[in-house]
Every structure is written in structure tokens, then in C-alpha cells.
């Protein structure tokens, strides 16, 4: 069986490194094998820096002592973990995970292996399952070159704009499934309301649209607009028996071009793009995702956790990140509020 190092040499000649004036340092993409690739994993977990993004469709690893060590001491430093799963594939793992703050999403039909830091990108054959980390014949790429970093991050950026957040209301452990489970609240990126009361829906550009400016996502006949029902009469009755909310449609409701849409995510990522889609710690200021009834980084919820106190003063907009007198339950400034939820 060849070498690890003999294996390098040989992708290096296939990639064509060494004969191209942009060619990358062919020590920095290396192949591990079998055994040798869990050790890679729990090594991008303990030299993260700021953050990890691991993808993985099937997950075991609490039963993984070396891997939920890992974690743990990562988050424990401040690490952000991100995770993708395969969607349907939800159970105490999962659950886990998220207890310890990362923020997990559901891919539909996710089958991709990547594993990912700052300075490291494994793109493997591996599931995090224990099984597949001791026993499973399995192949990992390692890139360390930062030129070859942005193809891969495109790529999980894009699996962001088509996987469903996974938010859990209470510490509770549970195995359900996604939609069989009241305490997860599920939401596309694109579209952002409060997960308890439903008193906040934010407003965005959608909402001033008139009548004849939006489009049947079936047929892309001009109807009126209603992000509750973006289909013509005769579709709506046809959908209206299965109800099927991620059932594949074919046109934007906004624009009327043909694009892969849903009655759930009526339009175009062209016409999603003025949608809010990021927020910011009302006390440290730094960049998360929108929630109103989570309106702090990772680190600093587990500090408000122990008193929970909702009136607590904070110094950021959740909103534009400006520093303004907030607190918890009143996350926005005055003007964001209005430009949202007003």
C-alpha cells in the first residue's frame, strides 16, 4: 500500500502542482487514510482559532470520548461550531451538540463529508460516527493551502442558503424527529419570525408590494402578492390537498422569472437578497444570526443564562450593530425596530 507521503506526491501530479506559475505548495494537500483520519478531525477541533464547520449527513460521536472532548474544550475557548446534517437524521447527537451551542442545520439530501478551520479543509469519505473513526476504510484530502479555501467555503456557504435552522426552546432532550418536534423551531435563512409569542414578524421589502407585482410560483401568472399564498387560485387547490409546504415550484413570486422555488420559499435568491440575514450581540457587537429571542453570541448568552435577566442593559442594536442602549427584551433601536417589526 503506498505511502501517505507517496500518495501526496501522486495527487500532486494529478492536480498539476508543481507546473503552473499559481500552483499551491504540494505539502499542503495531503491524503490520510482509515485510522488516520479521525486524528485529522479531532485535530481541526484543537487548532481552531475562532471557528469550525463541520458537515456531516450521519452522526454518533457522544459515544466518541476523544471527539466530544474536543468540542467541548473548543467551545469552551470560544470556538464557534457550525454544523450540517443531513435533514430527517435528528436525534440525541444532534441534540447534544446544540446544548453545547453550536448552531446546527438540515440539509435535504446532504451526502458531502467536510470538516473545516481557519487553516484547514478536510473534504473526506468519513461520517462522524465512531464506527466509520475505527473501523470504516475511508479516504480525507487535507488542504492547508488557502488558495484552494474558497471553492470549499462557496460551497458551505451555498448548503447555508438551502438548509433549515434547527433552534431548541429548552434544555430538554429529545430524539424526534424535526417535523414531529414542538420544541424546535425550524426557519429558512431567509425568512426570520420569533419562535414563542409570534407578536415580531419582521418586515422586509415583500410587504410593499401591491396588487398585480407578484407572480403564481406554478404557473408564473400575475396574481396578488401574499407571501401566505403565492399561487394563483386554480394552484392553490391543487396545493391545497397535499399541503406540502417544500413541494419543488417553478417560478419567483416577486420577479415571475422561472427559478426553483417553494410555497415555503417563494422566491429567487435574487429577490431573497433584501431579507435581514445576519444580527449582532447586543453586548459584545459581533456578527450573528438574526434572533430576537436570542440576541447574544454564544459566549455571552451563557453569561446572561445564569440570571436571566431579560432587562439586563446592553450596549448593540441586534439589528444594526450600533452601539445603543438595548437590553434582551428589547433587543432593536428605535429605528430598527420600526424598519422591522413596526
Not at 136 to 154: A, F, G, M, T, V
Not at 320 to 330: E, P, V
Amino acid at each position: 500500500m503506498p505511502s501517505e507521503s507517496g500518495l501526496s506526491v501522486g495527487l500532486s501530479r494529478i492536480v498539476g502542482i508543481g507546473r503552473r506559475k499559481d500552483a499551491v505548495d504540494r505539502e499542503s494537500v495531503r491524503i490520510f487514510t482509515d485510522g488516520q483520519i479521525s486524528s485529522a478531525v479531532l485535530d481541526i477541533l484543537r487548532n481552531a482559532g475562532k471557528w469550525v464547520i463541520l458537515v456531516s449527513p450521519y452522526n454518533k460521536f457522544m459515544s466518541w470520548g476523544h471527539f466530544s472532548i474536543a468540542l467541548e474544550n473548543a467551545v469552551k475557548q470560544g470556538v464557534k461550531v457550525t454544523m450540517f446534517y443531513r435533514e430527517g437524521k435528528r436525534d440525541e447527537n444532534i441534540d447534544w451538540l446544540m446544548n453545547q451551542g453550536a448552531s446546527v442545520y438540515a440539509v435535504e439530501d446532504l451526502h458531502a463529508k467536510i470538516y473545516m478551520n481557519e487553516t484547514q479543509v478536510l473534504i473526506t469519505s468519513m461520517n462522524l460516527l465512531e464506527g466509520s473513526a475505527k473501523g470504516s476504510r475511508e479516504i480525507c484530502i487535507s488542504i492547508e493551502e488557502e488558495k484552494l479555501h474558497k471553492d470549499i467555503h462557496d460551497y458551505v456557504e451555498d448548503l447555508s442558503q438551502h438548509a433549515v435552522r434547527v433552534r431548541r426552546i429548552n434544555n430538554t432532550t429529545t430524539s424526534e424527529p424535526e417535523v414531529d418536534a414542538p420544541k424546535v423551531v425550524r426557519e429558512r435563512r431567509s425568512r426570520y419570525t420569533t419562535g414563542g409569542t409570534g407578536q415580531r414578524t419582521a418586515k422586509t421589502n415583500r410587504g410593499k408590494a401591491t396588487s398585480g407585482e407578484a407572480y403564481c410560483v406554478r404557473c408564473g401568472d400575475s396574481i396578488d402578492f401574499n407571501t401566505e399564498k403565492p399561487l394563483c387560485d386554480e394552484h392553490y387547490k391543487s396545493w391545497n390537498k397535499f399541503k406540502n409546504p417544500d413541494y419543488k415550484e417553478k417560478y419567483c413570486h416577486r420577479c415571475g422569472k422561472k427559478k426553483s422555488t417553494t410555497y415555503a420559499e417563494p422566491f429567487c435568491d435574487e429577490c431573497n437578497s433584501d431579507y435581514l440575514v445576519s444580527a449582532y450581540c447586543v453586548r459584545c457587537g459581533e456578527s450573528i444570526d438574526f434572533d430576537d429571542e436570542k440576541p447574544l453570541c454564544d459566549e455571552h448568552y451563557k453569561s446572561w443564562n445564569k440570571f436571566k435577566n431579560p432587562e439586563y442593559k446592553e450596549k448593540y442594536c441586534h439589528g444594526c450593530g450600533k452601539k445603543k442602549s438595548t437590553t434582551y427584551a428589547k433587543p432593536f433601536c428605535r429605528p430598527c425596530w420600526k424598519e422591522h417589526f413596526g
